[in-house]
Structures are given as structure tokens and as C-alpha cells.
């Protein structure tokens, strides 16, 4: 069974530029998670998809951090613009109703 | 709302020593919990879980007891190897808007010297 799938597994970016990053979550997960784990610190939600829709996106700067998961599949996280401060690795999850979270491997994402 | 606290690191032992890595949360429901475990350059991976009070969940000699009397879940192994080194994350899920949300705890990085 494949995994949670993300790319680009790294990125730099001049600050205010746009970034955009991948995930394929594993099939038949209904639940999607991105996180932002900034350097020696747990991870922290950013945004929870429960198939299409997005119900829980309270911790995601609206301002300049937009997601989508068309078809309640694959999902997409933008930056617009990048700024210093954002600078991270950004972490996809997914998992099957009530159960444990599985990992992709990241986008570490450097902003200059 | 839900949280997890862990214990600060580092936490340095020798090879063979006993380890142990507190956690405490607290929750409004009745959470899962779990901890995952980060190799360096690696991604996170789930090393145990216990879905309700009183379960242990095992794993690669590591252990950990829902305990709900005392909102805990120390995770403990018996003799730790140098290839134990890594951050060691305690986590919980819970019913949350539409689904179930998973919140982590900062991390413990263990360092095991040989």
C-alpha cells in the first residue's frame, strides 16, 4: 500500500513569491491534515479536511495561505506571497475515520 | 480546548538505561492517544496507541498506559539502543467539528550514547 504522498520534498523561495505544495493522501482516507512543524517543535495544525470539505481551517493565516481538495482526494496548500517567517516544513496526513494519522515525508520549505 | 504536554528535552541516557517520556493532556471527550516517533531526516511515524482508558499500547519494547485518572500516557522502554535516538511525539485524537482532529505535543528528542 503506497503512502502519503507530497512534493516537492524541498523548496526555496524568494520572500513574496508564491509557493505551492502537493499531497496524495492514501487512498480510501477520508480525513486530510496539513501542518506546519517549525524547527525542534511538534507539529500544528493548519487545516482538516473531512472528504472535500474543509472543517476545520481556524488556524490558517487567510491571508496569505489558501488550500483545496478537489474530489476529497488529492489536496493543495498555497502560499501568496512567502514571507521569512514562513519558512518550515510543511506536513501532509491523512487517516481513515477515528484512526491514527499517517505521515508523508514533508516539504521543507525555505524562504530568503 | 484539547491539549498535550510533554516533558522539555533532550533527554541523554546511556545504552541499556531505562527511559521514560511523560505526557499529559487534556481533552473535553474521550480522546485516542498515541505516540510517534521522528528518525532523524525522517518522517513521522506511529510507534503505539491506546484507544481507551486503561489499554496498553506496545511496540519495538516501548510502552504506554491510557491512564485516564491522571490524564496521562508516559511512554516507557526497559533498555533503550543507541538507534532509539529520535523525537519522540505524544499526541491525541478527538471528536472534533466533522471528524476527528489529531493535536501533537512538542516533541522529546532522546539521545542514546553507546
Known amino acids: 500500500e503506497a503512502g502519503v504522498v507530497q512534493s516537492p520534498r524541498y523548496k526555496i523561495i524568494e520572500k513574496k513569491q508564491p509557493v505551492a505544495f502537493w499531497c496524495n493522501p492514501i487512498?480510501?482516507?477520508?480525513?486530510l491534515y496539513w501542518y506546519l512543524q517549525n524547527l525542534g517543535q511538534g507539529p500544528e495544525l493548519l487545516i482538516r479536511?473531512?472528504?472535500?470539505?474543509?472543517?476545520?481551517d481556524s488556524q490558517l493565516p487567510k491571508d496569505r495561505f489558501s488550500a483545496e481538495r478537489l474530489k476529497g482526494v488529492d489536496s493543495t496548500l498555497k502560499i501568496q506571497p512567502a514571507e521569512l517567517g514562513d519558512s518550515a516544513v510543511y506536513l501532509c496526513?491523512?487517516?481513515?475515520?477515528?484512526?491514527?494519522?499517517?505521515f508523508g515525508q514533508g516539504t521543507r520549505l525555505t524562504v530568503v | 480546548g484539547n491539549s498535550v504536554t510533554q516533558m522539555e528535552g533532550p533527554v541523554t541516557l546511556s545504552e541499556e538505561a531505562f527511559l521514560t517520556i511523560n505526557c499529559t493532556y487534556t481533552?473535553?471527550?474521550?480522546?485516542?492517544l498515541f505516540w510517534y516517533v521522528q528518525y532523524p531526516g525522517e518522517g513521522l511515524q506511529l510507534l503505539l496507541k491506546a484507544t481507551k482508558a486503561d489499554d496498553k499500547g506496545s511496540n519495538k519494547g516501548f510502552e504506554a498506559t491510557y491512564r485516564k485518572e491522571t490524564t496521562s500516557f508516559h511512554l516507557e522502554k526497559g533498555s533503550v539502543q543507541v538507534s532509539d535516538s529520535a523525537v519522540y511525539f505524544c499526541?491525541?485524537?478527538?471528536?472534533?467539528?466533522?471528524?476527528?482532529?489529531?493535536?501533537f505535543g512538542a516533541g522529546t528528542r532522546l539521545f542514546v550514547k553507546a
Open positions: 499526541a491525541l485524537s478527538d471528536w472534533s467539528t466533522g471528524g476527528f482532529k489529531t493535536i
Open positions: 496526513a491523512s487517516s481513515s475515520t477515528g484512526n491514527e494519522a499517517f
Open positions: 487512498s480510501g482516507h477520508n480525513t
Open positions: 479536511y473531512e472528504n472535500e470539505e474543509a472543517v476545520d
Open positions: 481533552a473535553t471527550g474521550y480522546p485516542s
